[in-house]
């Protein structure tokens, strides 16, 4: 799951710079979500970028049983896909 969301995470950033007249390197997450308005991506991305990064900490730092994280990769699979 994690891998998931810095995969994402990492693409988005690299198609927002591209779409910028200033691209800047974002140090935080919220400077990436500024990125992402500056670069006209949907709403809609962005909600589910945000969902995707509270999935990701949530995985990370809280313990899981196996069939939480199960649930969990569920979740993220199904904010990615839409």
Do not use: C
Not at 11 to 16: D, E, N
Not at 38 to 50: D, I, M, P, W
């Amino acid at each position: 799951m994690v891998a998931l969301f810095y995969g994402l995470h990492h693409l988005l950033i690299a198609l927002s710079l591209e779409r910028v007249p200033e691209p800047f390197t974002p140090r935080k997450y919220s400077e990436a979500l500024s990125l992402f308005r500056q670069a006209g991506l949907a709403k809609e991305v962005r909600k589910a970028y945000e969902k995707l990064l509270e999935l990701s900490w949530q995985a990370r730092y809280e313990p899981l049983t196996r069939e939480e994280g199960r649930e969990l990769w569920r979740e993220a699979l199904a904010v990615h896909l839409g």
